[in-house]
């Protein structure tokens, strides 16, 4: 009822404070008092404290303590905490799935072993295979644009730019062995590839390379490459562009197509004496007024004949 009423009847005699509960009053007086009845239970804390509460509190550090100095106690390091106080029951679990997992891979690999016995000279440690690095300089009809130097020996007809590609299209002649459609051709080696072209920064004379042809037939173009094969079909005859990749022919052709479409789309803009001779059937009404006015004669007054000499003398001898 204290609770929801708010009423606290009970007051402390040595200060104004009011509590509705005899337990809380009780521990209040110990306030003034300074009595301390709870005492730790811990051999070497003489601690002292004057609520239940107080002591619980207190109590919760020593727990702490000993749950440090047994987790470095039994608790070892892993990979996963990088050398930190670890998650025991986490890194207990994943260290006895990684040895179970190891485990089973000894197991695979002595089964292996045993049905396949190796020879002695395989029983030494094979070193890992790497590829020799063949440097290359490019040949200048491979940098040209469009040419595809490996072609099926199957009889379909097809080249490509890329030994892999042509590898790949056997695939799709399964009557044929694949040395059927592959032929005597090889693939380019692998290593540095240097520029054809003698004094160029990439030459093999001053010793930078590029990785793959394609970087060198890109910089070829761009750097060396003088002719413009590629003409573009969408500009006018007189003001045609050329251009040295068929990819840029590709890119400024979108572009005319987009030039080409906002120009048709505009309205021819019309003059207002179009408009006029649209209306009145081809002759604007000024033109109209102006060839009635030349038809209609009108006659000359006397004062205006007697002024010309000629005349004036023609009636006189009359």
Known sequence: MFVHTGEKS???????????????????RRVHTGERPFLCMEPECNKQ??????????STLHTKKLHKKNTKKSSSTCDDCSGKECHRGRCRRMAEKIKEQRQVILDLQAQLDIAKPLSPEKK????????????????????????????????CGRSFSNYFQLAFHAKQHPDKEPHEVLGDQLPFPVGPKYCPVVGCEFSEENGK??????IVKRHWQRVHQSTRPFLCPDCPPHAQKAFKTRDNLT????ECKKRTET???????????KRTRQKSGGISPQAKKRSKNSLEMKPMPESSILELPILADLLAEE
């Open 10 to 28: 009970l007051q402390c005699p040595e200060c104004d404070k009011c509590f509705a509960r005899a337990a809380s009053l009780k521990s209040h």
């Open 49 to 58: 404290y004057a609520s239940r509460a107080a002591l619980r509190m207190h």
């Open 124 to 155: 030494t440690q094979e070193k890992p295979f790497k590829p020799m690095l063949v440097p290359m300089v490019a040949p200048l009809y491979l940098l040209q644009d469009g040419i595809k130097p490996f072609t099926c020996m199957a009889g």
């Open 209 to 214: 390379s590029m990785k793959t042809l394609q």
């Open 251 to 254: 890119a400024h052709r979108k």
């Open 263 to 273: 120009t048709s789309q505009k309205p021819k803009k019309e003059t207002p004496l």
